[in-house]
């Protein structure tokens, strides 16, 4: 009787191997934000990314329990007329009010004009525009079309909010760093309808445009007030937390996007902020 064992292979053929193909990894973006349409347009098309209602969410205007924030990121200007708006902690139900608590960190026109075409970083925060260190002297001029690996810190201090930002990281010097102290009791209250807004003012149709014009890359929003040491360290690898303090304190961040709606925290809080862009004028941008 023949048993049949299944097929033979005969001399010099050899079995033919299905190709394994490599599982595809999406490539991470920036985050693309277009420019003032013309500096003083009060009805552009307004496209943010946006986190509604932080102080319910363990942001509140001073960190939980006073402990204070901090904010890296990569981010590219790009040339525009006017305003910017790159990151803001603030009411956003259309109103402006400098007496309540707000913060952002960005590009500001030298002559303080929304035809102004050259750019000092700023703090915006209590009514006004803070261009050095404990002073409005020596401010640090904005090179448009570079990468810059920044930081903001906001300390409690007592009750009288101190800010720092560091717009060219790794130089950490008092001639390149930008610092202010605030009032006592600011931020000691929220402001109604508080949003993170990246991307644009919320106040935008009583004033002007200030979109953010950059790419913007990696973002690390960290719920301490990180010692230089430790900016320095997150900012070396902004694909990683690094230090404890980041570990135990990290709110929301992202490494890249794979989409401008890839807006899901990528160290794991499962927090996601919302594109508000109904005439889709976000996309994604250079390779990081």
Not at 61 to 74: E, Y
Not at 191 to 220: D, F, L, V
Not at 257 to 266: G, H, Q, R, V
């Amino acid at each position: 009787m023949r048993v049949l064992c299944g097929p033979r292979l005969r001399a010099g053929v050899g079995v033919r191997l299905m190709p394994v193909r490599a599982r595809s990894i999406p490539a991470l973006r920036a985050l693309l934000f277009p420019s003032n349409v013309s500096g003083t347009s009060q009805s552009s098309p307004y496209g943010v990314i946006e986190f509604a209602n932080p102080h319910t969410n363990g942001f509140p205007t001073l960190g939980p329990g006073n402990s204070g924030w901090t904010v890296i990121r990569r981010v590219k200007p790009l040339q525009q007329t006017g305003y910017y708006a790159q990151f803001w902690w603030s009411r956003a139900d259309g109103q402006f009010q400098g007496t309540d608590f707000y913060a952002g960190f960005h590009p500001f026109p030298q002559n303080a004009l929304p035809s102004g075409t050259t750019h000092y970083w700023e703090i915006a925060t209590e009514g006004g525009d803070a261009l050095g260190y404990d002073d409005n002297t020596n401010p640090r001029v904005v090179t448009q079309n570079q990468w810059y690996l920044q930081a903001f810190k906001l300390e409690y201090n007592g009750g009288a909010p101190r800010m720092w930002f560091y717009p060219a990281l790794p130089n950490v010097s008092t001639s390149s760093v930008i610092r202010f102290t605030c009032q006592n009791g600011y931020g000691s209250t929220t402001p109604p309808s508080p949003k993170i807004t990246i991307g644009n003012s919320p106040w935008m149709a009583g004033y002007q445009e200030e979109r953010a014009s950059c790419h913007h890359g990696e973002i690390k929003i960290i719920m301490a007030a990180l010692s230089e040491a430790d900016i320095l360290s997150e900012s070396e690898n902004m694909s990683a937390l690094v230090t404890s303090a980041a570990q135990s304190s990290i709110w929301w961040g992202k490494k890249g996007f794979t989409s401008i709606d890839d807006l899901t925290c990528d160290f794991g809080t499962g927090r996601s902020f919302t594109r508000n862009d109904a005439s889709n004028i976000l996309t994604l941008g250079e390779a990081l």
